[in-house]
């Protein structure tokens, strides 16, 4: 491993545990890092030379995001928002299961910075997979966009689990001629502030 890499993996802790020792116990601020997994539905609109197809299924969502609060309750961050649905069922041509990564900047924002009610929001890169069903698999780059609102409970002075409603959307070109998905989920998140 070179030194300088081994060096930054063996002060980032200490870093980390400087930042936390200014933050203030059980309120939103400073360093924000955030997990978060559940499930919802994916539906999408795929159109294609072999014609249009709307699909529907179940799909696993999860978060991992990383941010600063710049002001009080206000977190300014880049996370990525990907979404998995292994076995959707389609109208028409069977492109089989969808898998989106939509990475991107988000604002995160806490109505009081002791409480835990929040609402989210990020404009995103996003790139997707088709992988096959009745034809070959594709990958296609697009856009998309996510929001959400939760709220957070502290279990310690810096960490706090709660529970997300989101919706990611994203278009992606080059898949066929291009593929719509919404996709509405339930989180579970873990986050530490």
């Not at 999408?44 to 002001?71: H, I, K, Q, Y």
């Not at 990907?82 to 898998?99: K, L, R």
């Not at 502290?154 to 593929?179: M, P």
């Amino acid at each position: 491993m070179p030194p300088r890499l081994l060096a930054l993996l063996l002060t980032l802790p200490l870093g980390l545990a400087t930042v936390a020792a200014h933050a203030a116990p059980r309120t939103h601020d400073e360093l924000y890092l955030r997990a978060g997994l559940g499930g919802g539905v994916a539906l999408g609109a795929l159109a294609s030379p072999g014609g249009d197809s709307d699909s529907r299924g179940a799909n696993v969502a999860t978060e991992l995001a990383v941010g600063w609060t710049f002001r009080p309750g206000l977190v300014l961050g880049v996370g990525t928002f990907p979404m998995v649905a292994p076995g959707p069922s389609y109208s028409a041509v069977d492109a089989g299961g969808q898998h989106t990564s939509a990475t991107g900047p988000f604002v995160d924002y806490y109505f009081d910075p002791r409480g835990g009610l929040h609402a989210q929001g990020g404009l995103l890169f996003a790139a997707g997979y088709l992988d096959g069903g009745e034809r070959e698999g594709v990958v296609g780059l697009g856009y998309g966009a996510m929001v959400g609102v939760g709220y957070d409970a502290f279990v310690t002075d810096q960490w706090s689990v709660g529970g997300l409603a989101r919706v990611t959307a994203s278009r992606l070109e080059g898949v066929d001629d291009h593929l719509s998905l919404a996709s509405p989920s339930l989180l579970v998140t873990v986050t530490y502030h």
